[in-house]
């Protein structure tokens, strides 16, 4: 079974633009959350979808932003970038999200750069 | 969520066995414990999880303590693959998807 998979790998962009990255979960898994990873702040939860509704969010502005297709396939945005969003954004997926037995897989990230 | 602590870095032989320890103090009866590594730059790595008896697979051990206070993964035979940051995150069952993940131990492998 194909793991998670994330697109772009690799990303470089400018402050003010914004910028949208894609995540396609392991095939019947229908949780997906996302993570920011930084030198300074380690993982950090973004939000976690399932069932294309955001369900669980972390203490983020709003200028990150996601969503989930009917695929369980899952975008996030953000907007008005700044020098700070610079990370490795991770994707994890899982069947339903709850139940402690219900364990995470993660994809390979997407690395963001702000110039 | 329990919070966890584990010590910043460990360095082991290659080919000994890696015991990577985590204090769980404050676990609630219905918290598992998974652990997680993450290879530089990669996606963290699920390795195992439990809530109270120790767990086998083929990647590694889990030892918890009776009083469940604190867990240790065990790698039996390490090799230079396994140096990695490696996580030790308590997880409420019935929790939404959603890890709280701390420092970790970064696991130094040396030949």
């Known amino acids: 079974k194909a793991g998670v998979t994330q697109t772009p790998r690799y990303l470089i962009k400018t402050r003010g633009q914004q910028v949208t990255l894609s995540c396609s979960p392991i095939s019947g898994h229908r949780s997906v959350s996302w993570y920011q990873q930084t030198p300074g702040q380690g993982l950090q939860f973004l939000f976690e979808?399932?069932?294309?509704?955001?369900?669980n969010k972390g203490n983020f502005p709003g200028r990150f932003s996601g969503r989930q297709f009917s695929n369980s396939r899952s975008e996030m945005n953000v907007s008005t970038l700044e020098l700070g969003d610079s990370a490795l954004y991770l994707c994890?997926?899982?069947?339903?999200?709850?139940?402690?037995?219900?364990?995470?897989?993660f994809g390979p990230g997407t690395r963001l750069t702000v110039l | 969520d329990a919070k966890t602590t584990q010590p910043t870095s460990m360095d082991c032989a290659e080919g000994r066995a890696a015991n990577l320890p985590c204090n769980h103090s404050t676990i609630s009866g219905n918290e598992y414990v998974y652990w997680y590594r993450q290879i530089h730059s990669q996606g963290p790595q699920y390795i195992i999880h439990g809530l109270k008896n120790n767990e086998t697979n083929e990647m590694a051990s889990l030892i918890i303590t009776e009083d469940r206070k604190s867990s240790t993964l065990i790698l039996p035979h390490a090799t230079l693959r396994d140096t990695a940051v490696y996580y030790c995150i308590v997880r409420v069952r019935g929790n939404t998807g959603k890890l709280i993940f701390g420092q970790g131990t970064t696991l130094q492998v040396k030949p």
């Open positions: 994890a997926s899982s069947l339903e999200g709850q139940g402690a037995w219900d364990t995470q897989y």
């Open positions: 979808y399932f069932s294309e509704t955001q369900r």
